[in-house]
């Protein structure tokens, strides 16, 4: 890798650095009875709402249709994650140190694969909130789930939810992007 590679891989894993302090994910919803709305930001440590009881209301909400509270404290993930990233942002750091194209291509690929299994997870935890109901819930449709869409939106009864990426996500993508530029502007000489 030349010099200037070894830079751009720098920023690229201190970029990281932001899913630290900015949502990854976000959910809005409208409802009649929340006019202004309601929503949460997913992060890659916690799970709050965007106004200060949008959380508690969101989950008043869950509770009458049979939903399990969203408590941040009982979701490994959001335990599990700082520790990816951290590795994602050292070790990028000591590839650009490094510069070695192999290694670049395998955090890239590593990277991808951690992506793809955390949407994966994310899908995984809608499914399970939006349909592992409580049979004695106050509100019951036959047939009727309340999983979140994964990205989109959707009507939930009377409530519209929009989940969306947030500023993290987009920033691990650009993160993502320089790595790759990096990888394929240092292709060897062929000559």
Request: hydrophobic fraction near 50%.
């Given at each position: 890798m030349k010099k200037t590679g070894k830079y751009i891989m720098a920023i690229a894993a201190l970029l990281l650095g932001?899913?630290?302090i900015t949502p990854i994910w976000t959910i809005d919803?409208?409802?009649?009875?929340?006019?202004?709305?309601?929503?949460?930001?997913?992060?890659?440590?916690k799970i709050e709402g965007k106004s200060k009881q949008d959380l508690q209301?969101?989950?008043?909400?869950?509770?009458?249709?049979?939903?399990?509270p969203i408590t941040p404290e009982s979701i490994p993930e959001l335990k599990i994650m700082p520790?990816?990233?951290?590795?994602?942002?050292?070790?990028?750091?000591?590839?650009?140190?490094?510069?070695?194209?192999?290694?670049?291509?395998?955090?890239?690929i590593l990277f991808i694969l951690l992506a793809i299994a955390g949407l994966v997870d994310f899908y995984l935890w809608g499914y399970d909130y939006g349909h592992n109901l409580d049979p004695n819930a106050a509100?019951?449709?036959?047939?009727?789930?309340?999983?979140?869409?994964?990205?989109?939106?959707?009507?939930?009864?009377?409530?519209?939810?929009?989940?969306?990426?947030?500023?993290?996500?987009?920033?691990?993508?650009?993160?993502?992007?320089?790595?790759?530029?990096?990888?394929w502007r240092s292709k060897p000489d062929t000559k």
């Open positions: 932001f899913v630290f919803m409208e409802a009649p009875q929340y006019p202004e709305g309601i929503g949460m930001e997913i992060s890659i440590n209301n969101i989950n008043g909400l869950n509770h009458y249709i049979g939903m399990k520790w990816i990233f951290g590795f994602l942002i050292v070790s990028g750091l000591g590839i650009a140190v490094w510069g070695n194209r192999t290694a670049l291509l395998f955090w890239i509100i019951k449709i036959p047939g009727m789930t309340y999983q979140p869409p994964l990205i989109g939106s959707k009507q939930l009864l009377n409530i519209n939810a929009t989940s969306l990426p947030g500023f993290g996500f987009y920033v691990s993508l650009l993160s993502m992007g320089l790595a790759t530029y990096v990888y």
